[in-house]
């Protein structure tokens, strides 16, 4: 089983419509849960961090944590076309470990067509 | 805003040559990494460096690839002796803290022939 696993995609969503990107994950010593947009040809730019389970919500974008099912997402309201970007999700292990590298997801390709 | 640079944007390479990257770092970030995304696969870490040495290392790391903060300033990643499947997109990051955001630079394109 992979360590993290994303679904590629690409989805395609009308502007204005919720989206929802999710990532699975099997190590249960992640608990650093991060959401990288990375643009064509561009360096991943983070969107949102959270550490441990609950939701957390940055203007359009909240990001759902839920280690019980080893599962996170992220939904973004409202979707514009400048959204069109591919997701990754990324994720580190936390408390008594001595890594902090980050675990990416494939990424999940996303176009908004307006 | 602070931003982490890398250069070159893009470098072509010929097998066996060694290639330096070269990454500023935001300035007063302490961590700093490097990443690569081989063309339609998945970031991968390869390297961590604090307090001037490497904290972590992957197992694609190997002794074909060094790191150096040769200054207060640049961060830099060697390959010595390129193959083919180096042929990747290199991303320096740095953090301020241990657990603090990791911020990602815009990359260097590698094409080895």
């Known amino acids: 089983q992979k360590e993290v696993e994303q679904d590629p995609g690409p989805l395609s969503v009308p502007e204005g419509a919720i989206v929802s990107l999710n990532c699975t994950y099997s190590?249960?010593?992640?608990?650093?849960f991060m959401w990288y947009r990375q643009y064509s040809r561009k360096g991943p730019e983070l969107l949102m961090y959270?550490?441990?389970?609950g939701n957390k919500e940055d203007g359009r974008f909240t990001a759902q944590v839920d280690k019980s099912s080893k599962y996170i997402s992220l939904f973004i309201r409202d979707s514009q076309p400048s959204d069109s970007a591919t997701y990754l999700c990324?994720?580190?292990?936390?408390?008594?470990?001595?890594?902090?590298?980050?675990?990416f997801g494939t990424g999940t390709l996303l176009a908004v067509q307006p | 805003e602070p931003e982490v640079t890398q250069t070159p944007s893009h470098q072509v390479t010929q097998m066996g040559q060694e290639v330096i990257l070269r990454c500023v770092p935001i300035?007063?970030?302490?961590?700093f990494y490097w990443y690569r995304q081989i063309l339609g696969q998945k970031v991968e870490f390869l390297v961590s460096?604090?307090?001037?040495?490497?904290?972590?290392k992957s197992e694609i790391f190997d002794d074909q690839f060094s790191v150096e903060r040769p200054d207060g300033s640049n961060f830099t990643l060697k390959i010595r002796s390129t193959k083919l499947e180096d042929s990747a997109m290199y991303f320096c990051?740095?953090?301020?803290?241990?657990?603090?955001?990791?911020?990602f630079g815009p990359g260097t394109r590698l094409l080895v022939l």
């Open positions: 300035s007063n970030h302490l961590y």
């Open positions: 959270t550490y441990s389970s």
């Open positions: 990324a994720m580190s292990a936390g408390y008594g470990g001595a890594t902090n590298k980050l675990i």
């Open positions: 460096f604090y307090n001037n040495e490497i904290s972590e």
């Open positions: 190590n249960s010593a992640f608990q650093y």
């Open positions: 990051a740095s953090s301020a803290g241990f657990r603090e955001t990791q911020y």
